[in-house]
């Protein structure tokens, strides 16, 4: 008797469904192409009309850390697949999302001169969110990632000791107000990197980012990139 293992090795772009060669991280070529890229500010993320490293306010120091890596526009294909990924328990989307960031990290290195930190650091999700949901997906993108780039990756530096609700439509200051005393260094074991990556799902305002970004300065961080699936 001859058993048929077929249907184990099948794989199907995880957006249309189509039949796939091979793993190709779960994304026919036609849907990855539907994947909205822009050109965007190196350092901020700001979308730009010509290919720049960096746009005119980025001399301000807006923001704490320096370089900005995302994949694309958070519209339809983009959007669905990381609602998924985060709302509908489908954490073996990882992959998936992680291959889309690993390419874009690439094309920041061609294109934006971008160095590959030495460390990547989830942003960190509260005890109780996590516990609720499972996992946190900037966990899994920041594993899958560390895996292929061999660059460790530390989630247990930055933890999130308040619950703070989306930051979207809210002032500067109240943001900061919400954010306050939000995260905590964990300094019990040894921080030796002075260029790290911080990886997130979604960025929107990027207040969240930004306070993370300052406590690893305050722990002498050179140089602080922001690595995110959407700018939303
Ligand atoms: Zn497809
Ligand atoms: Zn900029």
């Known amino acids: 008797m001859r058993l048929d293992f077929s249907a184990f090795f099948q794989f199907n772009c995880v957006l249309c469904q189509s039949s796939l060669k091979q793993g190709q991280n779960g994304l026919c070529s036609t849907c990855q192409r539907q994947i909205q890229q822009y050109i965007y500010c ?9 290919f720049s490293r960096y746009c005119g306010r980025c001399g301000n120091n807006e923001f704490a850390w320096d370089r900005m890596v995302i994949v694309g526009h958070y519209d339809e294909s983009l959007s669905r697949l990381i609602h998924r ?3 509908q328990k489908q954490f073996w989307l ?7 960031l690993l390419l ?7 294109n934006h001169g971008l160095t590959f930190p030495q460390a990547i650091i989830p942003v960190p999700l509260y005890h109780l969110r996590q516990w609720q949901r499972g996992y946190n997906q900037a966990d899994l993108l920041a594993k899958t990632i560390s895996r292929w780039l061999e660059i460790p990756c530390i989630s247990h530096i930055v933890k999130r000791v308040k619950h703070t609700h989306t930051q979207r439509g809210l002032s500067a200051a109240i943001r900061r107000q919400n954010l306050k005393n939000a ?4 300094l019990s074991k040894p921080f030796p990197y002075q260029r790290v990556a911080l990886v997130d799902d979604v960025i929107t305002t990027g207040s969240t980012l930004n306070e993370i970004a300052k406590l690893l300065r305050g722990l002498g961080v050179q140089e602080i990139q922001v690595w995110g699936l959407a700018r939303a």
């Open 42 to 50: 190196g350092g901020c993320g700001a979308p730009l009309q010509y």
């Open 104 to 110: 874009s990290v690439y094309e920041a290195r061609r």
């Open 85 to 87: 990924f985060k709302y």
């Open 183 to 186: 995260f905590k260094i964990d």
């Open 94 to 100: 990882d992959r998936t999302l992680a291959r889309l």
